[in-house]
């Protein structure tokens, strides 16, 4: 069954393909060899169908997971590749069996060897076994040059339409046939159970030439459909639901054929088929699928079997039957009935069941459908990463949060405003919750968290459906996306509780970067925690602000007889506060933030600083003077939220602040925002007219420092130009990069 290839290839580098002899995988194994000849390397083909288990791949994949992978093994060395092209992994209880095979070949390839997993289907299951494995076409070029030929995505998009991927309204007719007759060939190339060579490796090998390849596929599309004389096809529902009859003495009964049969009888691309075979008295087979592989604007016959399966226990006196499940559309009944209780009647009592039950669901519109590949590869991914950043102290994922593909759907329903008539697909995102920390993180705050990562996941297939890649055409199926947290039975609703609470915390700063801005600015002052807002954003420190403001507080108190009074608002994490402490002693100093208490604080245990946690509204009130405070302050320093700054500009608090100060700093952000920065220059040139402005960049960070022409300090006269200077000058000496 294995055959060494043919190319001349560097001694010592090897590579075997196992593919399952079916087309996705054979066409993915070709387009491996490809790339192979390219690097030079030689290689071998494992494939076949044998019943017997003595090829390496089985058209049954438990064979080859208990019995085929140990040939693999056996003729493997050390620095070889080996491709699993399309190969599944079935649903081991602990998955025990396949995960000790792969160990094993990867324990013989070595630490120079590779081992690879291509898949038609994600999830697929590997993460199980801890192999990442990639989803064809889409990631065919990982690992390797792009697809550069013109054959090469040829190739690439006929696994496209193969594994049942593509658009089904963009797949060419001829692609159905040119693919119906690969297929065909290779049920030929392994009908054989005992070949005295692997016949399918001569196909893939014609395959490497692109003439040779070419003028095959040319001769496949010429041959004409292929006729079924003696089928049965009768219409149970006009135009919608067949009944397909397969005389016993067929030999190739798989459900491609119902499919061609029931494809040339209609143009509804949702019609079912219910093929029926009775091969012998003792056995019979129901087919039950849709006309086109890919249906995408209705239920899929799968999840609407999961929900109507009960009325299927039709008892049957057999040693085994039940469903076999090929994808979401196309599912077989298989049933063999024991000799010594053969009820022939038992294959039309289940037809009959079957055939009701397709005539009602044939035109139903609501329901689930599994998400196609790639739309649920991408978006389950891109949550993964959105989560691991929103998860600030590495705590929760993947160990007790992580979305869970295999519950990816897109659902059919009609909304509220939904137009009458019209259906409504929503693609639901299943995230595992397993512990109450992890729950309390997701969902406080009125689901802070969880709302985030809806809006970001959302933006995500916004901007994937503006590319318009027709590879990615499965993103334009759904309006909509919605995340499903579950909660495993273990919760403790008490524990909970008290995690819910916690809405701002100290974390550790173990996960700073110590050459940083901030680790090293946390070191100077002695810091070993940071405040985080639920768990999911730094609450500060702005270390260019905090020593903005100090620097300019300590000018301004220079020779004063009395205490500079200073008020800092939004005052986070109280960096800026302990900073200006540490260089103004003559400073009384306020600080006010609605989240953050002071024992939460870098000035937790400061006695010199007064912490009033509550908001700026409360704390000066409409009308002025209805607040809880009502004085003047020497200088007011603000780093508010980026999305409060126009707010904040001319919703009245900067027009309150102009008369309670002089001197004003304001923290506008990151210098990629200026935008915000012209406004609050607007509105300081609007409520502090008699006063001078200047944007301070530090580093990246854009500060807005505001004060008089010349101000009274007390003992000398303090010039505008001069303090911008002096802060400027302090900075640069505090290794700052500043310009103005």
């Known amino acids: 069954m294995e055959s060494q290839g043919s190319l001349s290839g560097i001694p010592g580098k090897r590579a075997w393909l196992v593919h399952d002899t079916k087309t996705p995988g054979f066409l993915t194994a070709a387009f491996i060899a490809r790339r192979l000849r390219a690097e030079g390397c030689s290689w071998a083909s ?34 070889d590749r080996v491709y699993f092209c399309c190969i599944p992994l079935l649903t081991y209880e602990n998955f025990v069996i396949p995960r000790e095979a792969s160990n094993r070949i990867r324990k013989r390839l070595g630490n120079h060897g590779r081992f690879e997993v291509l898949s038609q289907r994600w999830p697929d299951q590997y993460s199980e076994i801890d192999i ?10 990982e690992g390797t040059n792009a697809l550069t030929s013109r054959f090469e995505r040829s190739i690439a998009e006929l696994i496209l339409a193969a594994s049942h991927q593509a658009d089904p309204s963009q797949v060419d007719p001829e692609v159905h046939h040119l693919l119906d007759q690969l297929g065909r060939a290779l049920s030929l190339c392994y009908r054989d159970p005992t070949p005295s060579y692997d016949a399918g490796r001569d196909l893939l090998e014609s395959f490497l030439d692109e003439e040779t390849a070419e003028r095959l596929m040319k001769q496949w599309r010429g041959t004409p459909t292929e006729q079924s004389p003696g089928w049965a096809l009768t219409p149970i529902a006009p135009n919608r639901v067949y009944s397909i009859l397969i005389p016993s003495g067929e030999k190739e009964h798989r459900e491609g054929k119902v499919r061609r049969v029931l494809r040339a009888q209609t143009d509804d691309h949702s019609a079912i088929g219910i093929g029926v075979q009775k091969p012998s008295p003792d056995n019979f087979r129901i087919y039950l699928l849709r006309c086109s592989d ?13 929900e109507d399966g009960r009325r299927f226990d039709v008892p049957l006196p057999t040693e085994t039957s039940g469903w076999i499940v090929a994808d979401e559309n196309t599912l ?29 669901v044939s035109t139903k519109l609501r329901g689930d459908m599994g998400a196609p590949a790639i739309l649920s590869k991408v978006l389950c991914q891109a949550g993964d990463e959105a989560l691991k950043e929103l998860d600030l102290a590495k705590k929760y994922v993947p160990r007790t949060l992580r979305f869970r593909p295999a519950d990816t759907i897109i659902r059919f329903d009609a909304g509220n405003r939904t137009k009458k008539g019209d259906i409504r697909r929503t693609l639901v995102l299943t995230i595992e919750v397993g512990s109450d920390d992890g729950a309390a993180f997701l969902m406080r705050g009125d689901g802070y968290v969880l709302l985030k990562l ?17 590879w990615l055409w499965s993103v334009r199926l759904v309006d909509r996306i919605r995340l499903n947290p579950e909660f495993r039975s273990t919760i403790d609703s008490d524990k909970l509780v008290e995690a819910m609470k916690r809405d701002v915390e100290a974390a550790s700063i173990q996960d700073m970067e110590p ?8 070191k100077e002052v002695g810091a070993s925690m940071i405040v985080a807002y639920r768990e999911t954003e730094m609450i500060g420190p702005s270390v260019q602000y905090g020593r903005a403001v100090a620097s300019l507080a300590a000018y301004l108190a220079e020779g004063r007889q009395e205490s500079l009074q200073v008020l800092d608002l939004f005052s ?14 003559n400073s009384m100093l306020i600080c006010v933030d609605a989240a953050v208490a002071m024992d939460q604080s870098l000035v937790a245990a400061r006695r010199d600083v007064l912490w009033l946690q509550t908001t700026v509204e409360q704390l000066f009130g409409e009308p002025r003077g209805k607040g809880i405070l009502s004085r003047q302050f020497d200088l007011i320093a603000l780093d508010p939220p980026h999305a409060a700054l126009l ?57 807005v420092v505001c004060g008089p022409d010349e101000w009274d300090g007390g003992t000398r006269r303090v010039r505008f130009a001069d303090a911008i200077e002096k802060i400027k000058a302090d900075l640069q000496h505090g290794g700052h990069a500043v310009r103005s």
């Open 46 to 79: 494992f494939a076949g169908r044998s019943r017997t288990a003595k090829g390496i791949v089985t058209d049954r994949a438990k064979e080859f997971w208990e019995r085929g992978v140990a040939r693999l093994e056996e003729v493997i060395e050390p620095g």
């Open 132 to 141: 990442k494995s990639r989803l064809v076409p889409f990631e065919l070029g």
């Open 294 to 306: 890919v249906v995408v604007d209705r239920p899929s016959l799968l999840r609407l079997l999961w």
């Open 332 to 360: 077989t009944f298989v049933s063999e009935i024991s000799k010594e209780a053969s009820t022939p009647s038992a294959a039309e009592v289940l037809q009959t069941s079957i055939q009701e039950w397709a005539k009602e």
């Open 454 to 470: 809806e809006y970001l996941l959302q933006g995500v297939l916004l901007g994937l459906v503006s590319s318009r890649d027709p």
């Open 515 to 522: 050459s940083s801005v901030i680790g090293r600015a946390l």
């Open 572 to 585: 986070g994490s109280g960096f800026s506060a302990r900073v200006l402490k540490d260089r103004c002693q």
């Open 647 to 703: 707010s904040i500009s001319f919703g009245g608090l900067l027009e309150t602040l102009s008369k309670c100060t002089k001197w004003l700093v304001i923290y506008q952000g990151h210098t990629s925002q200026s935008g915000s920065g012209q406004a609050v220059s607007t509105a300081i040139r609007k409520f502090f007219p008699k006063n001078q402005a200047e944007t301070v960049v530090v580093d990246s960070e854009e500060i």
